[in-house]
């Protein structure tokens, strides 16, 4: 299947694997990429610009497709040595980066200088042109169903999608709530190039987690996400546990005095005790409603697979039925 973002990042599948604390290492993304989507290494999970590079040559031993590597762009009092992060990407060649957080304006001269296609995570369609405007070469429109950050907006794929296709002019994927061959072609109808997929990944056999993880994702339904931090303008959606069960219960008892100091027992630096060692209690973790979807933990090979097995069924056979039903009653009449 060609799509402006598999001519854009020269893949074969328009599947991208999305940038996932701690879940993003060479691992993960060598097995989308080396089947045929374009995995991507999560760059801060790597703590420093030489643990990032040891990573990357690390996939480049798994893989000599493309793969790429996210960079989220977060506030802090003592931020990440982000201009050695870029350094680090532009000298190891790789040619694909996935933003995120704040505005990226800053580091793109030098991204675009080393001939690097640069992808940002919007959740708003008036983000989604700024991206456009400053020069990004793609934009990862990410709807209210998504895990991690959905912004404030709560709007759903089903009109975000369409909205986007009627602003931008550069390619854009759909990331939030897609694990199916059916979603893909949705998504496509709705105006996107392809899908970007976090949670989904994660249930898979080379998902380098801790197997807790995965069955909590196997045991879920779409109804077993929660959202934490809203009173704090910084939305996460997570999978409940007794961990985030607590922290709500702190948001409904404090209110607007809330601070984030109350609740970084079950925020703050607990993404190593849920994905490394499998306490699913210790608080909240980034998960999308499309839990609801995910009922088998394949190889990362049988779910891409699958997933175009399945689109290439629906473009070919039901959608094509339509129209020849269509073309038929024309005839006819």
């Known amino acids: 299947m060609k799509t402006r973002i598999t001519e854009l990042f020269g893949i074969e599948h328009p599947i991208i694997q999305g940038g996932m604390h701690m879940v993003g290492y060479a691992e993960m993304a060598a097995a989308v990429s080396n089947a045929g989507g374009l995995g991507i290494i999560t760059g801060l999970t790597q703590g420093t610009p030489e643990g990032l590079e040891k990573e990357i040559a690390r996939c480049r031993e798994m893989t000599d497709k493309p793969f790429g590597v996210n960079l989220t762009f977060l ?30 304006q800053k580091w793109l001269p030098a991204l675009k200088e080393a001939g690097i296609k640069v992808i940002h995570k919007c959740t708003s369609v008036r983000h989604s042109l700024k991206a456009e405007s400053i020069g990004c070469d ?9 895990g991690g950050h959905p912004g404030e907006d709560d709007v759903g794929n089903w009109v975000l999608l369409p909205r986007a296709a009627e602003e931008l002019k550069i390619p854009f994927v759909a990331s939030g709530g897609c694990a ?20 989904r990944f994660i249930a898979t056999v080379e998902a380098p987690v801790h ?15 929660r959202l934490i931090m809203r009173p704090l303008r910084n939305t996460e959606r997570v999978l409940t546990n007794a961990g985030v069960e607590r922290l709500l219960e702190k948001e409904r008892t404090l209110g607007d005095k809330i601070t984030f100091a109350d609740i970084a027992p079950e925020v703050a630096g607990v993404y190593p005790a849920i994905m ?27 779910l891409i697979h699958r997933i175009m097995s399945e689109a290439d069924t629906i473009i070919r056979r039901r959608l094509d039925r339509f129209a020849s039903l269509e073309s038929g009653g024309v005839s006819a009449g």
């Not at 201009?83 to 505005?103: D, Y």
């Not at 793609?138 to 998504?146: I, K, L, Q």
């Not at 496509?188 to 976090?198: I, Q, S, Y």
Request: with cysteine; glycine share 12%.
């Open 75 to 104: 506030p802090a009092v003592t931020p990440p040595d982000y201009p050695g992060f870029v350094e680090v990407i532009v000298r190891s060649g790789v040619k694909a980066v996935e933003t995120a957080g704040n505005n990226p």
């Open 138 to 146: 793609a934009v990862s429109v990410d709807g209210f169903e998504c």
């Open 180 to 199: 199916t061959g059916s979603q893909l072609v949705a998504a496509l109808a709705l105006g996107a190039e392809g899908v970007n997929m976090g949670t």
């Open 211 to 225: 197997e807790n993880v995965k069955q909590a994702i196997l045991s879920a339904s779409e109804l077993d996400t």
């Open 276 to 302: 490394k060692d499998g306490m699913m209690d210790a608080g909240g973790w980034s998960c999308g409603m499309v839990v609801g979807l995910i009922h088998d933990v394949p190889t990362v090979a049988e």
